[in-house]
């Protein structure tokens, strides 16, 4: 396929043509060698309307589960492959979400308002900060024991070193386990456990707010 689907081409047709055409980029994106990125792409298009059709941003309504599952099940390309591609285009469906659906209706159903490409973006940012502290770091090893500048160097690359951590796990996060997976009483735990986390954060977020501070460039 040369280039992707637009949305506005397939937002007037039925559930049962969505699901029908969606089998067959299911079909020839496992049919394909390489990875194509524009089936993926056109395959999200076709999910992400049938959504809109279905009123179900989230994907996670009994009624859109099954008409994928069918979309997946005509394919015929078996359930590891179809692991494969409901895994890989997951992250085109997040991307085309946040251009479809405004901030409020992403919060209304539980969506991240930022697309991966943004976080990818501001993890970048951080790991930029990251390696800067610990290039600084690594020179401060070569001064003299007890001097200073070597431990607020080191200090400062400490801080930025725990905040990335604590991003990426909890980047690593997903929604459909915590919905899906996990028991009200796991849930229970987990949210009193952000909930500890969140009070840290707001704590230190108004440290750096008071004490000034500017975005790192993108």
């Known amino acids: 396929m040369p280039e992707p689907l637009e949305l506005q081409r397939v ?3 039925s559930a049962d043509e969505l699901v029908d055409f969606g089998s067959k980029l299911v079909r020839a994106y496992a049919d394909t060698e390489k990875v194509s ?3 993926l792409k056109s ?11 279905m009123g179900d941003p989230s994907g996670l309504s009994h009624a859109y589960k099954l008409r994928a599952a069918e979309m997946y099940r005509n394919a015929g390309i078996g359930p590891t492959n179809t692991s494969n591609v409901s895994a890989n285009v997951r992250y085109h469906i997040n991307n085309l979400l946040r251009v479809v659906y405004t901030a409020a209706e992403l ?6 308002t930022a697309s991966a490409v943004e976080r990818s973006a501001e993890r970048r940012q951080l790991t930029r900060a990251v390696v800067q502290a610990a290039t600084a770091s690594t020179r401060a090893e070569a ?5 200073d500048a070597a431990s607020t160097v080191r200090a400062v ?3 930025l070193r725990i905040a990335e951590m604590l991003q990426s796990s909890v980047g690593r ?3 459909d386990t915590i919905r899906r997976e996990m028991t ?7 949210y009193q456990r952000l909930q500890a986390v969140k009070q840290e954060i707001t704590a230190l977020s108004g440290i750096l707010r008071d004490a000034g501070m500017e975005r790192p460039p993108a």
């Open 143 to 147: 001064l003299p024991a007890g001097d």
């Open 184 to 190: 009200p009483a796991q849930r229970g735990v987990l």
């Open 11 to 13: 937002q007037d047709w």
């Open 107 to 112: 919060e209304d159903a539980n969506l991240k």
């Open 37 to 39: 990125t524009n089936i």
């Open 43 to 53: 395959l999200a298009v076709v999910l992400v309307a049938l959504r809109q059709q």
């Open 157 to 159: 690359s400490d801080h």
């Open 173 to 175: 996060m997903q929604p």
